[in-house]
């Protein structure tokens, strides 16, 4: 029986968060939902996420799914932004059912970073 | 690293003296017999809990065989409650509390709702006081109850019981009083204080967990109907074996916060001041409660823009409490918070340090160390609100 609420990785994560912050230049996206704030930046490269960057107000959870998906999307495809879907990192965390809706903030701020990711692109293309 | 307990307003270890004298009645060569037994055991169990009583008594100055054991402050909430609404509800059926009582108080007043009793919730001042003219205004002609806490175990603030209970005494009207924060902390006078019913709990002042009491006025009109029922001990008010070991427990507990209390109170005030000097300069940092009324083992502080559930995460290895209803299930901020006044968005980042004892000043610097940490490490991390 434990009264843990916290996953041994969330722990981890949220204690040292290394991509906390915000990346200079590059790209930038927040959600504002339910009491809670998020902003990620980013960095890409040849259509490749160089760097990610996060600043969260909200519980653990969110800082923790946040810092994970930083981690885990640097030198993927920026394309792959808009297909982030959140429930693949609430069941890595362990994260309670009752705080979907805080993760799904997350995923909303992902889809809007990869709509500007794009956008841009699409423009820098047609301006070349 | 080593936790640092700061929750000793949620539970306190059980002093030494305590675990020994609890000891000695548990082993094969003490004295474990059942208390019931008329039998030379038996009558020697007895005496060690008549000791006990004794002891209670003695700190609340009171008679001994006013008091009745219980499983702690929950159960002699309940059968105060209950007991009492239930006893006098041919004389009436409203009943007075507060919105900042502890769960043990509230649930019992809304189950009486449930069965037909009108209850008025009161709201205190923003101080967590109440004004004694709010209990009067309240009051009707068909109460039968008031149930006012003494100190509130999330702010630590102290009601002014002898002024309250003077007004309900005035009227004839029973006034029960949640002790649970206060017995073996602060000077209770039963024997001059207007209470008719007091409710108490030895865990919290370095005794076991498990065992309580009641005590009930020697006044007409004061009594409580019985919630268990299976044998005739203690006036069959609370039947069921007594479990000598915890009631003696208790009484040495008892005994040992009187003869410190004065000291206690001292270390108590200094810790607290020790703490909030550390941490008063933290931009957006406010107490909740009035400190200069609230007891000093106890500091529940708020601070803005910082989300309460990641701070409590962000303190650890404190054990410290929040001002949540629980942590990760439920958001909803504190219901004793929310009442003071104090905005949703506070009252969610709300902390509650309490000390005791073993409290040193070094555990307080670390905890000044570690909460400043937190909160700049929580706000560095936070994106600015949207314009």
Known sequence: MSNDPYSDRVRALFDAPAHAGVLDGGFSARADDQGLRIRLSATTSNGEISALRFQAWGCPHLIAAAEAFCAGYEQRSAADLLDFSASDLMQSLAVPVEKTGRILVLEDAVRSLGCIVRETSTQLKKED | ?387
């Open chain 2, 1 to 387: 690293m080593e936790h640092i307990y700061l929750d000793y307003a949620a539970s306190t270890p059980v002093d030494a003296w305590v675990v020994e004298a609890m000891t000695a009645l548990m082993t094969a060569d003490g004295n474990y017999a059942n208390p019931s037994s008329t039998h030379a055991a038996g009558r020697q169990s007895i005496a060690h809990i008549a000791h006990a009583a004794g002891q209670l008594a003695g700190l609340l100055n009171t008679d001994a065989d006013r008091l009745i054991w219980t499983s702690g402050a929950t159960e002699s909430d309940n059968l105060a409650i209950l007991g009492a609404a239930r006893y006098r509800q041919q004389r009436g059926r409203h009943l007075i509390t507060m919105r900042t009582e502890h769960k043990a108080v509230t649930d019992p007043f809304k189950e009486l709702e449930r069965q037909g009793f009108d209850v008025t919730w009161l709201n205190p001042e923003a101080s967590g006081l109440l004004d004694g003219a709010t209990l009067k205004a309240a009051l009707r002609d068909d109460t039968q109850l008031v149930s006012i806490m003494h100190i509130n175990n999330e702010t630590g603030v102290i009601q002014d019981i002898a002024q309250l209970g003077a007004i309900c005494r005035e009227r004839d009207i029973l006034f029960h009083v949640d002790a649970a924060q206060s017995a073996g902390k602060l000077p209770i006078d039963l024997s001059a204080l207007p209470v008719d019913l007091m409710s108490m709990t030895a865990h919290k002042v370095y005794g076991p967990k498990g065992i309580g009491a009641l005590y009930i006025a020697d006044r007409p009109g004061v009594h409580v109907e019985p919630m268990l029922f299976g044998g005739g001990q203690q006036r069959k008010l609370r039947p069921g074996t007594l479990p000598a070991q915890q009631i003696v427990g208790f009484g040495v507990a008892a005994a040992i916060a009187q003869s410190r209390m004065s000291d206690d109170l001292k270390h108590l005030k200094a810790l607290r001041e020790r703490l909030w000097f550390g941490i008063r300069d933290i931009p957006g940092i406010s107490t909740n409660g009035a400190m200069e009324s609230a007891f000093p083992g106890i500091l529940n502080v708020s601070i803005e823009d910082i989300e309460g559930e990641s701070l409590l995460l962000a303190l650890e290895p404190l054990c410290v409490a929040t001002g949540s209803a629980c942590n990760s299930k439920s958001q909803e901020p504190s219901y004793v918070l929310r009442a003071l006044g104090t905005s949703d968005a506070l009252a969610q980042s709300a902390i509650r340090f309490s000390f005791g004892r073993p409290t040193r000043a070094a555990d307080i610097d670390i905890a000044i160390e570690r909460y400043r940490t937190a909160v700049e490490k929580l706000r560095n991390m936070a994106p600015e609100r949207a314009a």
